[in-house]
């Protein structure tokens, strides 16, 4: 089982991931303009596994972005998470599907995608909602279509 901020039901994968160490660039275009983030592409198996655990903060313009190589569903849980994070589950045509607003730390239950993703970002718990982010706003990031 590979991790996003704990753990994850499906395996990711390392296809998009830097091995660098360099923060990318993820912005999302929503109604009220456009929210950007570097982040962290996680890019062993080790660090998917690992997600954001044991952090005691992340700034408000940081994030951490997994990839999927294919569409399919997710489900992650927040074990060994100190803080809360927005989880934001991407559609393959790079619109958010859904979003689990403030994932309570140390918490196993599972939050599902609601259904097939191609990526998933982590962000500072209430920043989605601070922001605008809604379900089919546009994420722009090179896994991403450009349309």
Excluded: C
Excluded at 24 to 52: N, S, W
Excluded at 65 to 88: C, E, G, H, S, V
Excluded at 127 to 137: C, T
Aim: zero cysteines.
């Amino acid at each position: 089982m590979a991790a996003l901020t704990a753990g994850a039901f499906v395996a990711l994968d390392t296809a998009h991931a830097r091995s660098d160490g360099k923060l990318e660039v993820v912005e999302i275009v929503t109604t009220k303009g456009r929210a950007r983030f570097q982040v962290e592409i996680a890019a062993t198996q080790a660090e998917q596994r690992r997600g954001l655990m044991f952090r005691k903060s992340l700034a408000p313009d940081r994030g951490m972005l997994f990839t999927y190589t294919k569409p399919q569903a997710a489900a992650f849980w927040m074990k060994n998470t100190l803080i809360p994070l927005d989880i934001i589950y991407i559609a393959p045509s790079g619109r958010v599907l859904s979003i689990v607003r403030n994932a309570q730390p140390h918490n196993e239950t599972p939050l599902p995608s609601g259904g097939a993703i191609l990526g998933v970002l982590e962000i500072a718990g209430g920043r989605a909602a601070q922001l605008g982010i809604l379900p089919g706003d546009r994420v722009l990031h090179r896994i991403f279509p450009k349309t």
